[in-house]
């Protein structure tokens, strides 16, 4: 009896972004077949077992700012013969990093200048940003949020505080790349937060009228400082 080689059925390759599970499940052309597997990497990537048999479940880890490659090499096993080795081409992409300016103080009816940046370099596409904005008190406005900005837009609120007090305005900025070929691969969230002093003010006070050569009542000022 001559047994059949048995041959993997071809795995192609599969895009992932940082953290997913690879989740491959050989099949081959030889019933009752099982398959055992090697791997190497391309950069760097953490979770990646050196060998194994059957379903590949690896989650891997991409801390590295650009894009790894996995490459499992799979054999089919079948009535004691073993077929050639296929490979399965994972590519890992990152998830996007950003840095912002610090948080500032400005004063109320100013802009801000809030301007994010990123180092990431994802396999296609641009890492862009979403913004979400809370402030300390209703009478802080003038803030905004945003889906899917360009890093070379900053955030620019003109924000009016109509309290006597500073209040503060807390920016969350989330990192994505809606293009990349792993999908919409989603970072970790920053917090910015902008304080806004109140514009100072004086209450003018009452007039007085006092003979030539009298003492005037005392003159206290009132307002808001800042």
């Known amino acids: 009896i001559v047994n059949p080689t048995p041959q993997v059925n071809a795995p192609g390759s599969i895009d992932l972004c940082s953290g997913e599970t690879v989740g491959f499940t050989p099949t081959g052309t030889v019933g009752g077949s099982t398959f055992s597997w090697t791997s190497s990497v391309a950069g760097v990537v953490s979770g990646v077992s050196?060998?194994?048999t059957g379903t590949i479940n690896d989650v891997l880890i991409n801390t590295s700012g650009v894009v790894a490659t996995v490459t499992y090499t799979i054999v089919a096993n079948a009535n004691g013969c073993s077929g050639p080795g296929q490979a399965l081409v994972v590519q890992v992409d990152p998830r996007p990093v950003i840095t912002s300016t610090p948080d500032e103080t400005i004063c109320s009816n100013d802009n801000t200048a809030t301007a994010i940046s990123s180092t990431t370099v994802m396999s296609?596409?641009?890492v862009v940003y979403n913004y979400t904005a809370v402030s300390?008190?209703?009478?802080?406005?003038?803030f905004s949020s945003g889906?899917?900005?360009s890093l070379a837009t900053p955030i620019t609120d003109n924000l009016d505080n109509a309290t006597p007090i500073p209040q503060t305005v807390t920016y969350t900025i989330t990192p994505h790349a809606p293009g990349a070929d792993g999908g919409d691969c989603f970072g970790t969230p920053i917090v910015v937060v902008v304080t806004v002093a109140p514009?100072?003010?004086?209450?003018?006070p009452a007039n007085q009228v006092v003979c030539n050569g009298a003492s005037t009542a005392a003159v206290n000022f009132s307002g808001i400082a800042t």
């Open 124 to 126: 296609a596409g641009a």
């Open 199 to 204: 514009v100072p003010s004086a209450v003018d």
């Open 147 to 149: 889906n899917d900005v």
């Open 136 to 142: 300390s008190h209703v009478g802080l406005t003038g």
């Open 50 to 52: 050196a060998s194994g």
